[in-house]
C-alpha cells in the first residue's frame, strides 16, 4: 500500500517532468518541420513560376494537312497525354509576344518600360501552362498543343520549357497543297498548286531549321507517309523520343476515338481520323487533278520536296 | 503565519511547474496553428492563380498627350504606387487578347478547342500581374500601368481585377491635336488637325462610355487643366478614390524627380513632367498655328469637345 502511493506520487512527479520534456520535444520537432517547409518553399512561394522548368510540354506542328490531327489523336489515346483539338490561342499569343520582343529588345525594353524580358518570358510560359493545365478533360496529363504554325516559335518555347518536345510533321508537299486547294474552295490549276506549294516549302524550310538547331532531344520529324506505312515502327520510335510508354491502343487508335479523344467541331481532319490508319501513300493525285502540272517548275521553286525525298 | 507560508510554497511550487506546463502547452498549440495555417495555404501555393481578386491595381490612360505622364510621375511620387513608364506590353497584349475572344466567344471556344475562356482570363491577368509586379523598382508597391490606350480594354481588366482603379485622363482635344501634329511632325494645316482631333474624339468617347458603365468607384475623370489650375483639391480627390493617403510630395512633385520617378529613356514628356506644374490653361494656340481652322466645322465634327466643356 505504502510503495503503490509512493510510485504513484513518483511517477505523478516525473510524469509532469517527461511530459514537459515531451512538450519541449514535440515543439522542437515542430518548429523544425515548419522551418524546413519554410526554407524548402521560399524560392517556390516568392516565385510561383520558377518552376517551369519541371514541367513536361509537347508541341506538334508543321505545314497544315500533314497529320497533325492524327499525330494529336494517337497521342490522346496513348492515355498519358492531352492535346485536344487546335489550341487557335498559342500561335496568336505567340506571334504577338514574338512581334512585341522584336520591337523592344530586352536592354531597350528595360530602359524604356522597366520591364524585364525574362519576365515576359516567365509570364508567357505560365499563361501557356495555365490555358493547357485547365482545359476541359485535361485530367492532370502531360499537356499538350497541336497547333500547324507553332513550331516556328520553337526558339522561344525551348526557353520558356526546357522540357519541351516537338513533333514535326512532314507530309508530301503535292498532296498537302491539293489538300489546301480542297480545303479552301480554289480553283485546281497550277498556278493555285504552285502558290500552296511555296507556303508549304516556306514552313516546312523554316521549321526545319529551328529542328535542327534545337537537335533530336526536343524536335521529332514524322513522315506521314512513313506513318501511315510502318505505323508500329514509327510509333515505337516517338515513345521514345517522348519518354513515354508503348500502348497498344496506338495501333488501332480507331476504335478509341469515342472514349478517350476529343474531337471538337468542326475540325476538318475529324472524318479522316476517325478511321483506321491505311495506307494512303500518295496515288499522284495532282498530275490527274492539276491539268496544267509542271514538273520541271514544281523542282525547281520547291526545293523542299527534293530534301523530304519526295522526289 | 505557518499557514501562510505553507500556502506560499505550495503556490510557488505548483506554480513554476504549472506556468512551464501552461507556456508549453500554449507554444504547441500555436505551432499547430502555424503548420496547420501553412498547410492549407500550400494549395495558394500550388495554383498562385486564386489570389488575383486581393490585387489592388491603378491603370492611367485616356488620348495621348493628355497629361497620363504627368499623372504616373505624381503618383511614382506618391511613394505607394510604381506606376513607371508606359508598359507598351499591355495595350499589346490585351488587344492580342481581345481579338482572340472576339474571334472565339466562350461556348464555341469550349467546343473548338476544350479551352474555357475563364482559363485565358485567369491567364491573361496572372500574366499582367506578374510583369507588373516584377519590373525594376518596383519594390512591392501597389501595381500600376499607364499606357494611352490601355482604358479602351475597361470590360476586360475590371473582369481581371475586381479591385482595379481607372483614371481617365482628358485635356482639351485641341491642345492635343496640335501637340500630337508637333510629335509627328506633321504639316500644321487644318485637315491634319482634324484628323488629330477625330481620333481625340473618338478614344475619349468610347473610354467615357466605359468610365460610365463601370462608375465612379472604378473609373475617375481628371481634367488636366483642372489638375495644373487647382492641383491640390484635385489630387486630395484622386487620392480619395484611389483609397492612397494624402501625402505633401504631390504638391511639388518636380523636387522627387530624381529619388521617386523611373523615367525610362525618350519618353516624349519627360521634359514637360520634371518642371513644376504651372498653370498652363490652354492659350488658344490653335487659333494661331493652324492658319485655316474653322471653328464651325470643330464643333460640328467634335462634339465631346462640347461634352467636356472645352467649347
Known sequence: ???????????????????IFLLLLILVFENALILWKYLSNEEKSVNPYSNTVE???????????????????????????FCGPETKLLPSLMSSINYFNQQYPPDYLLQKTSIYSKSINEATANFIKYVLKTRKKQENKIICAKDPPIL?????????????????????????????????????????FVAKLKEWNSINNRTLSLCNKFGPNYCKIVVYEKLVTTKEIVLRDLMKFL?????????????????????????????QVIQPIYNKISSKNWTRQIEDYDEKTVLKEIPMLKYFGYV
Not at 472514349?259 to 468542326?266: A, K, P, R, T, W
Request: proline share 1%.
Open 1 to 19: 500500500m505504502m510503495k503503490q502511493i509512493f510510485f504513484a506520487k513518483y511517477f505523478q512527479a516525473i510524469s509532469l517532468k517527461q511530459t
Open 152 to 192: 516556328l516559335y520553337m526558339g522561344d518555347l525551348v526557353n520558356y520549357f526546357p522540357k519541351a518536345k516537338f513533333i514535326f510533321m512532314v507530309r508530301d508537299g503535292r498532296d498537302v497543297a491539293l489538300s489546301m486547294l480542297k480545303y479552301e474552295k480554289k480553283q485546281y490549276n497550277f498556278l493555285n
Open 55 to 81: 514541367d513536361r510540354i509537347i508541341f506538334i506542328g508543321g505545314s497544315g494537312r500533314s497529320g497533325t490531327t492524327l499525330m494529336r489523336v494517337l497521342l490522346d489515346v496513348h492515355g498519358s497525354v
Open 243 to 271: 519518354e513515354l510508354k508503348w500502348n497498344n491502343k496506338l495501333l488501332s487508335h480507331e476504335n478509341f476515338m469515342d472514349s478517350d479523344v476529343e474531337l471538337g467541331v468542326s475540325g476538318w481532319s475529324n472524318s
